[in-house]
C-alpha cells in the first residue's frame, strides 16, 4: 500500500482549492502537500519533515487530522490506515530561554 | 526532581475526579493544567448537564467544576494551574512549564487527562480572523466576557454546535444559522428545538464553500451536498456574517500518550490508546481517562478519571482488592447507564427509525430541529388534561432523568433504563410547581393550563435570557418553528432558589395556540 514506492498514483494535477492554507504555522498550502505526495511521500512523516507542516508553533495541533486525510485522498486509502506523527516534546511551545531554565533538578 | 505517588495531567472532569478518587484513598497527588482555571471544558459549560443524580444531572457544568476541584483539594490533592506539561517520558516522568522554567516530576503511576481539541475542516478562507472554533467562541465568551461577534454562522449540529449556538444567542448574538453536511442534526433533539423555537434556521446537507472578507470574515458562501458530501453546483446559499463558528467535532489530545511511546489503535478518523476497561495503557501505571481515551462527555469522563484513579490507588497498594473491586462495579455500572440510548457511543453511525418504546422518531426534529404539532401527542409526556399539567416534550431516548426526580406530586416517570421516554402519568395530580421545567437541561417541558379564562390558555416556559421579561409585558409567542403566532402577555416571571437560574415566564395566548407556542419573544426584537 502505502509503502509501495513502485505503485503509480498518477501525476500531481492542479485543483481549485491548491492554494488553500492547511497548516497555519508553517503556511503550507494543500497543493504542496498533494504535489508531495504525487512526488512519492507517501506518510505523515515524510510529508512532514519535508513541507514542516506540523512542525510548528501549534505542534499540528490542528492540521494533523488534514494532512493525513489530503495524503490518503491522494493516495486512495483510508485515513486510519494512515499511522499519526509520532508525538514529541515539547508538546506545548516553550521558549528556548525557558526550556533552558530547569528547576528544581 | 519532586515525586508524587501520582500525577494527573489535566485538570478537567476526568483528571479532577482521577485525582479526588485517588487522593481519598491516600495517595500524594498532584495535577498539572495549563490553564489559569481548572475544570477544563466545564468552566465553559454554562448549561445544565443530561444523566441522572449521580452524574450530577441538572447541574451547571462550571458548577460541577468548581464542585470537583473542592473535592479534589479537599482530600489533598495539590493542583498547579498555569502549567503546561511538555514532555511524558518513559519512567513515567514529566516535563512541566512551571513560571520561567521548567520543572521535571515523577509518578508512581500517570493518568493522562488531556481532554480534546476541534477538528477544523479548510475550506477557502478558513484563516481570516473570525473564523474559530465553537469552544474559543465559548472561552470568549464565558472567560473574557467578550461577544466573538455580531451576526454568527454556525456549522456543526452536534451538541457543542447546538450548545454553544444557544450560548451566542444567549450572550446577544444573531445566529444567522446552523449548518451540517450530514442530513440528520448530529445532537440531541432537546438542544436543537431550544434554538428552532427562537428562530435559528438548520440547513442540513450544507457545508462551506468558502469564507471571505478582507481583514476579517465579512460572508460565508454555503452549499448542499450530495450523499459523498460533493458540492451540488447551483446550490449556493450567502450569508452575510461576522463570525463563523466551527463545531466539526473534536479529536482525542493524545500527543503525551504517543510521546510515551503508549499503543494506539486506529478509530475512524481518530487514533485512540488502547486501554483496560479502568484506562490502563500498554504502559504499566499510565492511565488514560476522559476525551482524550476517546470522545464522549464530561458526565463519563468523571467516572472514567474515578476509574482510573481507583486503578492506580490499587496499584500502588493504597486500597485492598475487595474494597477495589466493590468500587470498580459500581463505577462500570454507572458508567454503562450513560452510554444507553440512541447517541450512545457505540451506536454512533447508526440510523433507528423509532424510539426504544417503538414510536415513529420525529423526521421534522432531525431535520429542521422541531417537532411538528401534529406529531408531539404521539409521545408519552404528551396528553390533554383538564387544569394546569406539563407537557413534555423530549421524544428521543438520551440518559437523562432529573425530570423525573424533580416532581414532588410523583407525575413524571421513566422508567425501563434512564434513557426512556418521560411519560406523564396525569392520575398524579400536577400541583404546577415548575420545578420539573426548571430542571430540564434540554429545556423540553411546558406548563399548559387551556382553561385560564376569556378564550385564552396560560403556557409557561423555561426562559435563561437577560434582561428577563417584566409582568405585565407584551411580547409575541413564537411556534416551536421560531413562526411568530401572535402577541402574548407575561402575566408570570417566577424565579426561585430551586430554580437555578433557570426563570418560569408564563404567557397568555389564545385557546388554540395552546399547543403551538413555545417561546415567548421581547417585542423589541420581534
Ligand atoms: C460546548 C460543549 C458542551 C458540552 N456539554 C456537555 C454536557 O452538557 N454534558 C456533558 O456531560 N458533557 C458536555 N460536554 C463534553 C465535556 O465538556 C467533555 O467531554 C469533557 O470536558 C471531557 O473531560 P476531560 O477531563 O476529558 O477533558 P477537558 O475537559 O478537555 O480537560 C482537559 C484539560 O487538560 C488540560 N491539558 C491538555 N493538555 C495539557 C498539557 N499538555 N498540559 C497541561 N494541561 C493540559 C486542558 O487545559 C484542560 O483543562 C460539552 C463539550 C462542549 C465543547
Ligand atoms: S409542575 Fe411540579 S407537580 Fe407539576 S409535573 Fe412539574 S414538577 Fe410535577
Ligand atoms: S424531559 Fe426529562 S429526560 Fe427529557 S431532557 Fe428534560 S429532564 Fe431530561
Given at each position: 500500500m502505502s509503502s509501495e514506492r513502485t505503485r503509480d498514483f498518477g501525476r500531481y494535477v492542479a485543483a481549485a482549492d491548491d492554494d488553500v492554507i492547511i497548516c497555519r504555522c508553517e503556511e503550507v498550502a494543500k497543493g504542496e502537500i498533494r504535489r508531495a505526495v504525487r512526488d512519492g511521500l507517501f506518510t505523515v512523516h515524510e510529508v512532514r519533515r519535508l513541507l514542516r507542516c506540523g512542525m510548528g508553533l501549534c505542534q499540528g495541533n490542528t492540521c494533523a487530522r488534514l494532512v493525513r486525510g489530503i495524503i490518503a485522498r491522494e493516495l486512495g486509502v483510508a485515513a486510519d490506515s494512515l499511522v499519526e506523527a509520532t508525538g514529541r516534546a515539547p508538546a506545548r511551545p516553550l521558549e528556548m530561554r525557558v526550556f533552558a531554565r530547569e528547576q528544581g533538578l | 526532581m519532586t515525586r508524587y505517588d501520582l500525577i494527573v495531567i489535566g485538570a478537567g472532569p476526568a483528571g479532577l475526579s482521577a485525582a479526588a478518587e485517588a487522593a481519598g484513598a491516600g495517595l500524594r497527588v498532584a495535577v498539572f493544567d495549563e490553564n489559569a482555571k481548572p475544570g477544563g471544558q466545564l468552566f465553559k459549560q454554562i448549561h445544565k448537564f443530561f444523566g441522572a443524580k449521580e452524574h450530577k444531572a441538572k447541574i451547571r457544568g462550571v458548577k460541577i467544576g468548581a464542585e470537583l476541584l473542592a473535592e479534589a483539594e479537599k482530600r489533598g490533592a495539590e493542583v498547579f494551574l498555569?502549567?503546561?506539561?511538555?514532555?511524558?517520558?518513559?519512567?513515567?516522568?514529566?516535563?512541566?512549564?512551571?513560571?520561567?522554567?521548567?520543572?521535571?516530576?515523577?509518578?508512581?503511576?500517570?493518568?493522562?487527562?488531556?481532554?480534546?481539541?476541534?477538528?477544523?475542516?479548510?475550506?477557502?478562507?478558513?484563516?481570516?480572523?473570525?473564523?474559530?472554533?465553537?469552544?474559543?467562541?465559548?472561552?470568549?465568551?464565558?472567560?473574557?466576557?467578550?461577544?466573538?461577534?455580531?451576526?454568527?454562522?454556525?456549522?456543526?449540529?452536534?451538541?457543542?454546535?447546538?450548545?454553544?449556538?444557544?450560548?451566542?444567542?444567549?450572550?446577544?448574538?444573531?445566529?444567522?444559522?446552523?449548518?451540517?453536511?450530514?442530513?440528520?442534526?448530529?445532537?440531541?433533539?432537546?438542544?436543537?428545538?431550544?434554538?428552532?423555537?427562537?428562530?435559528?434556521?438548520?440547513?442540513?446537507?450544507?457545508?462551506?464553500?468558502?469564507?471571505?472578507?478582507?481583514?476579517?470574515?465579512?460572508?460565508?458562501?454555503?452549499?448542499?451536498?450530495?450523499?459523498?458530501?460533493?458540492?451540488?453546483?447551483?446550490?449556493?446559499?450567502?450569508?452575510?456574517?461576522?463570525?463563523?463558528?466551527?463545531?466539526?467535532?473534536?479529536?482525542?489530545?493524545?500527543?503525551?500518550?504517543?510521546?510515551?511511546?503508549?499503543?494506539?489503535?486506529?478509530?475512524?478518523?481518530?487514533?485512540?490508546?488502547?486501554c483496560s476497561a479502568v484506562g490502563e495503557t500498554s504502559l504499566p501505571g499510565v492511565y488514560a481517562a476522559g476525551d482524550v481515551s476517546g470522545i464522549e462527555e464530561a458526565s463519563s469522563a468523571m467516572i472514567e478519571g474515578r476509574l482510573a484513579g481507583g486503578a492506580a490507588a490499587r496499584k500502588l497498594g493504597f486500597i485492598g482488592p475487595d474494597e477495589y473491586e466493590e468500587r470498580r462495579q459500581v463505577l462500570l455500572a454507572a458508567l454503562a447507564s450513560l452510554r444507553e440510548g440512541m447517541f450512545a457511543p457505540q451506536k454512533r453511525g447508526q440510523i433507528s427509525a423509532q424510539t426504544d418504546e417503538g414510536i415513529d422518531l420525529s423526521q421534522t426534529l432531525l431535520r429542521k430541529g422541531y417537532l411538528e404539532e401534529g406529531e408531539v401527542g404521539k409521545y408519552p409526556g404528551v396528553k390533554p388534561a383538564a387544569g394546569i399539567?406539563?407537557?413534555?416534550?423530549?421524544?428521543?431516548?438520551?440518559?437523562?432523568?432529573?425530570?423525573?426526580?424533580?416532581?414532588?406530586?410523583?407525575?413524571?416517570?421513566?422508567?425501563?433504563?434512564?434513557?426512556?421516554?418521560?411519560?406523564?402519568?396525569?392520575?398524579?395530580?400536577?400541583?404546577?410547581?415548575?420545578?420539573?421545567?426548571?430542571?430540564?437541561?434540554?429545556?423540553?417541558?411546558?406548563?399548559?393550563?387551556?382553561?385560564?379564562?376569556?378564550?385564552?390558555?396560560?403556557?409557561?416556559?423555561?426562559?435563561e435570557f437577560l434582561p428577563l421579561p417584566q409582568k405585565g409585558e407584551l411580547g409575541a409567542a413564537l411556534a416551536r418553528s421560531g413562526e411568530k403566532l401572535c402577541p402574548a402577555e407575561v402575566v408570570r416571571v417566577k424565579l426561585a432558589p430551586a430554580f437555578d437560574r433557570t426563570a418560569l415566564v408564563t404567557f397568555r395566548v389564545p385557546r388554540d395556540f395552546a399547543m403551538r407556542a413555545r417561546f415567548w419573544q421581547k417585542e423589541a426584537a420581534a
Open positions: - | 498555569n502549567s503546561p506539561v511538555a514532555g511524558l517520558y518513559k519512567e513515567r516522568e514529566i516535563l512541566v512549564r512551571r513560571g520561567e522554567g521548567v520543572g521535571h516530576y515523577k509518578g508512581d503511576a500517570i493518568i493522562v487527562a488531556t481532554g480534546a481539541q476541534e477538528n477544523m475542516p479548510a475550506f477557502a478562507g478558513w484563516t481570516l480572523p473570525g473564523v474559530m472554533g465553537a469552544g474559543a467562541a465559548q472561552t470568549l465568551m464565558h472567560l473574557h466576557r467578550v461577544k466573538p461577534g455580531k451576526r454568527v454562522l454556525m456549522l456543526g449540529s452536534g451538541n457543542v454546535g447546538l450548545v454553544v449556538g444557544f450560548q451566542l444567542r444567549q450572550a446577544g448574538c444573531e445566529l444567522a444559522a446552523v449548518l451540517d453536511a450530514a442530513p440528520r442534526i448530529g445532537g440531541y433533539g432537546v438542544h436543537a428545538a431550544k434554538l428552532a423555537r427562537t428562530g435559528v434556521p438548520f440547513y442540513l446537507s450544507h457545508s462551506i464553500v468558502r469564507a471571505w472578507g478582507t481583514d476579517k470574515v465579512t460572508g460565508v458562501v454555503a452549499g448542499e451536498v450530495d450523499g459523498g458530501w460533493n458540492f451540488i453546483p447551483g446550490r449556493e446559499k450567502q450569508f452575510e456574517v461576522d463570525t463563523v463558528c466551527i463545531a466539526a467535532g473534536l479529536a482525542p489530545a493524545t500527543q503525551l500518550l504517543k510521546m510515551a511511546g503508549c499503543a494506539m489503535r486506529a478509530a475512524g478518523a481518530d487514533w485512540l490508546p488502547v399539567h406539563p407537557v413534555i416534550e423530549c421524544t428521543q431516548n438520551i440518559p437523562c432523568n432529573p425530570c423525573r426526580d424533580a416532581c414532588p406530586q410523583g407525575c413524571i416517570k421513566v422508567t425501563g433504563g434512564i434513557a426512556a421516554l418521560p411519560e406523564y402519568d396525569d392520575r398524579a395530580g400536577c400541583a404546577g410547581c415548575g420545578l420539573c421545567v426548571a430542571v430540564c437541561p434540554g429545556q423540553a417541558i411546558f406548563l399548559l393550563n387551556e382553561d385560564a379564562g376569556d378564550g385564552l390558555a396560560e403556557v409557561t416556559a423555561p426562559y
